[in-house]
């Protein structure tokens, strides 16, 4: 499909599902390069990086964990300033590599939020795997270990990423028509 409709608004394919994986695949050979002995705890943001983490974690090769938070940030078609913990962290990360999986930093500000509570929980390490990243929305001071690819500042959908809940489903990134 070239173009989709997402509730009320249009958008026409971005990134094809090849390069989606292109990038997971060099990702995941990094992690594996870098994590081989340590056991990390991979750390996924709900909803948003399902996929992503799904198709990760089928390429790394590495004794390894997994565990999920879900943290709210967007309204529609923007984000707000703050964030809502809906769904929180089980289990202990006192002392452990944390590898933080999320599927698009733009303003930083969820993955800010989502830094500070590890620091506060005592772990030792904290990477970042982002597929995407909006290099020109980012308002933040963190560094991003693996980003997948940088993007322009566009609203996008598929792959995991919603708009208001629907178009996570597609395989492809799709870009709002304006």
Do not use: W
């Amino acid at each position: 499909m070239k173009k989709v409709r997402v509730k009320d608004k249009d958008f026409e394919v971005f990134i094809p599902a090849e390069k989606i994986d292109e990038a997971v695949s060099m990702i995941a050979r990094r992690i594996n390069s870098e994590f081989r002995e340590q056991k990390p705890v991979f750390l996924v943001i709900l909803n948003g990086a399902f996929m992503f983490a799904a198709d990760l974690f089928k390429k790394l090769d590495m004794p390894c964990e997994i565990s999920f938070v879900k943290l709210a940030s967007y309204s529609g078609t923007s984000t707000s300033s703050s964030v809502k913990e809906l769904i929180g962290l089980n289990s202990s990360l006192k002392g452990r590599k944390v590898v933080i999986v999320e599927d698009i930093i733009d303003t930083g500000i969820t993955m800010d939020h989502l830094i500070g509570k590890l620091v506060e929980l005592g772990v030792e390490d904290i990477h970042i795997a982002a597929l995407f990243f909006k290099p020109q929305a980012f308002r933040r001071d963190f560094r991003i270990d693996y980003i997948g690819m940088e993007i322009p500042n566009d609203f996008i959908v598929g792959y995991g990423l919603d708009y208001d809940g629907y178009g996570r489903n597609y395989a492809e990134i799709y870009k709002i028509i304006e």
